[in-house]
């Protein structure tokens, strides 16, 4: 395995369309298409798939966070660009690569933050609802606009969007394309948090470092697995599984350092084996 210091170079170097950068376990994710209202075109597509199937793979990454240069998170994607690449299967992604929408391919095991200002429309919304925290700064102004470019959300949202908000709460939005702020995002349970404008990285960028560091990762992934067994499938089948999860868990190296750490009054080193 390389040294902390190249993994952070090959990073920084290889992408075009994002700035993707190591700080201790948390791989940072900057969407750098400013100019452009961050729209996704093919090419940031493709990094952001790549970079997120780099983080699921690398173990001695623990969290990652997407957020985005400029004044918007992102208006979704760039259709006049992918317009004619749509059906060309660019979304369809094999089983080992990470799909940003968590629709097909790879799923993720590994924690996953979001932070959003200014414009999150369309796709960028449909991130939001694949990740396990979002913190939104309160200038943020939300659209699932899809159904005005003669379009339906394709990214997860027909289901994920109604799961979360309720049938009554989704429709009003995803039938209209109508925006909506901040606190009406918080209060459909879109966001985890709001925050002053300008404020969200340092936010979720605290929870991240939090995750990484005070947080067992062979937990951290058996509790994802759990969730979204319940959310995803159903109720009953997650319930008959908990247990299922602990013999591993009470026989790994990060249980006896967990107990150790609370006999020694320390905060605990966990290996993530």
Not at 245 to 257: G, H, I, T, V, W
């Amino acid at each position: 395995m390389t040294s902390n210091n190249q993994d952070k170079a090959s990073f920084q170097t290889d992408y075009v369309r994002l700035n993707v950068e190591q700080k201790d376990s948390v791989l940072l994710i900057e969407l750098n298409r400013p100019e452009k209202y961050n729209a996704f075109d093919s090419l940031m597509i493709q990094e952001l798939s790549k970079a997120l199937t780099e983080y699921e793979q690398r173990d001695e990454l623990r969290c990652a966070l997407l957020y985005a240069r400029g004044e918007n998170f992102t208006t979704g994607l760039d259709l006049i660009e992918l317009q004619d690449k749509v059906l060309s299967g660019i979304f369809d992604y094999p089983n080992d690569c990470i799909d940003p929408w968590g629709v097909s391919g790879m799923q993720r095991t590994k924690p996953y933050v979001v932070a959003v200002q200014g414009l999150c429309f369309t796709a960028g919304i449909e991130l939001m609802l694949n990740a396990d925290i979002v913190i939104a700064s309160d200038d943020s102004r939300f659209a699932q606009m899809e159904v005005q470019r003669g379009l339906m959300p394709f990214g997860g949202a027909t289901i994920r969007f109604v799961q979360t908000a309720g049938w009554q709460k989704a429709m009003p939005y995803l039938l209209t394309g109508d925006r909506f702020d901040a606190a009406t995002a918080d209060a459909m349970g879109l966001v985890s948090q709001v925050v002053p404008k300008g404020e969200q990285f340092a936010a979720a960028l605290k929870i991240a470092t939090q995750i990484s560091s005070h947080s067992a990762p062979l937990a951290v992934k058996r509790l994802l697995q759990s969730a979204k067994q319940g959310t995803e499938q159903d109720p009953k089948t997650a319930f008959a599984n908990v247990l299922g999860y602990l013999p591993d868990l009470f026989l790994s190296q990060d249980f006896a350092e967990g107990v150790a750490s609370l006999r020694e009054k320390r905060p605990a080193q966990f290996q993530g084996k």
